[in-house]
C-alpha cells in the first residue's frame, strides 16, 4: 500500500522555475519506483520521469531532458526539478509508484492525485 501526495504545482512564466515535491508513504514504498507523468489538456498522459527503487538510476523522457531532473530523499519525497520551462510544459503533473521503473502508465500501481503547472508565454 502506497500513498502519494503531489504539491508544488502553481502559475509560472515561461523560462521560470518550479520544484514538484511528492510524498510517498507506506509500508511497502521502499520496493517501488517512483515516477513522474504529466497530462496536457486533451492529451494522454504521458512519460516524464522515473526513479529507481534504490535510487541508483534515473530516466527522464526526450521532451524535457536538460531541463528536469528526478530525484528523491531518504524519506521517499520524490521531487521535480523544472527549468526553463515552456508552455507546452503545461500540465497535470502525476506522481506515480510501480513495481518497475517503466515509461508507460500501465505499470503503475498507485497514482497521485496531481498537481497543476501552467506555464504563461
Known amino acids: 500500500q502506497v500513498q502519494l501526495v503531489e504539491s508544488g504545482g502553481g502559475l509560472v512564466q515561461a523560462g521560470g522555475s518550479l520544484r514538484l515535491s511528492c510524498a510517498a508513504s507506506?509500508?511497502?514504498?521502499?520496493?517501488?519506483?517512483l515516477a513522474w507523468f504529466r497530462q496536457p489538456p486533451g492529451k494522454e498522459r504521458e512519460f516524464v520521469a522515473v526513479i529507481a527503487r534504490g535510487g541508483f538510476s534515473t530516466s527522464i523522457a526526450d521532451s524535457v531532458m536538460g531541463r528536469f531532473t528526478i530525484s528523491k530523499d531518504a524519506k521517499n519525497t520524490v521531487y521535480l526539478q523544472m527549468n526553463s520551462l515552456k508552455p507546452e510544459d503545461t500540465a497535470v503533473y502525476y506522481c506515480?509508484?510501480?513495481?518497475?521503473?517503466?515509461?508507460?502508465?500501465?505499470?503503475?500501481?498507485?497514482w497521485g492525485l496531481g498537481t497543476q503547472v501552467t506555464v504563461s508565454s
Open positions: 507506506g509500508r511497502t514504498v521502499s520496493s517501488y519506483a
Open positions: 506515480a509508484a510501480g513495481s518497475m521503473p517503466a515509461h508507460v502508465v500501465a505499470f503503475y500501481e498507485y
